[in-house]
């Protein structure tokens, strides 16, 4: 029996350094199940503590403890099955009892030295647990820069892109204040910025899910739908103005939907890699239909009726629409217009625009 014991030791040690590895070492896109089970975990928990409470503002302080959360239970949870692995491989090559295995365990994994044991043959695992409990920490701490550097990085461009979209943003809201405060030109560098922004954030949140998680610091704002807001702007600009729209439209939906894609993938959320124009999609034609008629009553310039529009921008939307949506969903954003509904009762929210105050 000690011999299974040793043996079921060294498979869990095994399984943590894996686990451990994929999700902070390892530069790559790969599922981390512990990552999604603490997410799905304390998502559920603090969706019940702000059940109570009405509307979007509740849910929005209450997920804000999600992403610190998930990082305290990694650790927790690492530092629990090496404590675990450890018991295992001292119980089954020794002759201690459970109790003190459990002990002389704790007592190297976080080198506090107070048990040991005294055979040689044991202080190669309790070298091993000494070294384990730094390590794990050090790799803990050392993630944090990374993730948030990543998230500064994401949330200057979102903030910036509060005064253009609106707060939340929307794409339609995106062309309307263009056109009212005459800066149509700077469109293209910002259909640029977000292409960049798109690729860093398809980098590092299928490496990091956990950014998923991380809230911007005001509860209307937020990375999914600021993104959305734009692709949806360049989608409506080469629907209805294709001869005056930039080629960088065209670039900043390849790479937001290419990085909304990444993301799915590591998360597992299931979508179709190649899906048809005519695809079905939820947003209809009534509600393109009243935000171009905003957008042109704002003095943007329309070269196509909105009828004609439609199909053009129904067949870039369906690229991205339900991978979008989803992820809104899972990230409990802000209920903002076009990103879908949430798993708490909100109403859309519309984006505020400041008051027009020019004299005369």
Avoid: K
């Avoid at 119980?91 to 107070?114: K, V």
């Avoid at 360049?234 to 670039?251: D, G, K, M, N, V």
């Avoid at 199909?311 to 989803?326: K, L, T």
Wanted: hydrophobic residues 50%; charged residues 20%; contains cysteine.
């Amino acid at each position: 029996m000690r011999l299974i014991f040793a043996l079921l030791g060294v498979l869990l040690l095994a399984l943590t350094v894996a686990s451990i590895l994929r999700t902070l070492v390892v530069p790559r896109g790969l599922y981390s199940s512990l990552v999604m089970r603490l997410w799905r975990t304390f998502r559920a928990l603090l969706r019940a503590c702000a059940a109570p409470f009405p509307g979007y503002l509740p849910q929005d302080r209450a997920q804000a403890w999600l992403a610190p959360l998930v990082l305290l239970g990694m650790l927790f949870c690492w530092l629990c099955a090496l404590l675990a692995c450890f018991t295992l491989l001292l119980y089954g090559t020794s002759e201690f009892s459970w109790d003190i295995a459990l002990r002389e365990a704790g007592s190297s994994l976080f080198t506090l030295g107070f048990a040991s044991g005294d055979r040689l043959r044991l202080s190669a695992l309790d070298f091993l647990a000494a070294a384990s409990g730094p390590l794990v920490i050090a790799l803990q701490i050392a993630y944090l820069p990374t993730l948030y550097g990543s998230y500064n990085r994401r949330e200057v461009e979102v903030t910036l892109l509060q005064s253009r979209a609106g707060e939340p943003a929307w794409g339609p809201e995106l062309l309307a204040r263009q056109s009212l405060v005459d800066t149509e030109t700077a469109l293209p560098q910002l259909y640029r910025d977000w292409e960049r922004l798109a690729a860093e954030l398809g980098e590092s949140h299928s490496n990091y899910p956990v950014l998923l998680s991380f809230r911007s610091p005001q509860p209307h704002r937020s990375w999914i739908v600021g993104l959305i807001a734009v692709m949806d702007a360049a989608a409506i600009q080469l629907a209805i103005s294709p001869r005056t729209a930039p080629p960088e439209a065209r670039l900043v939906l390849r790479a937001g939907f290419t990085a909304l894609r990444d993301i799915a993938r590591v998360v597992r959320l299931p979508f179709d890699p190649d899906p048809e124009p005519t695809s079905a999609m939820r947003l209809t034609y009534a509600e393109f239909d009243a935000a171009v008629t905003m957008i042109t009553a704002a003095g943007f310039e329309a070269e196509r009726p909105t009828v004609l529009a439609w199909p053009h921008f129904h067949g870039w939307r369906v690229n991205y629409e339900s991978v979008a949506y989803e992820l809104c969903r899972r990230v409990d954003a802000v209920p903002a217009l076009w990103t879908g509904p949430r798993d708490f009762p909100a109403a859309a929210i519309p984006p505020r625009r400041p008051a027009d105050r020019r004299p005369g």
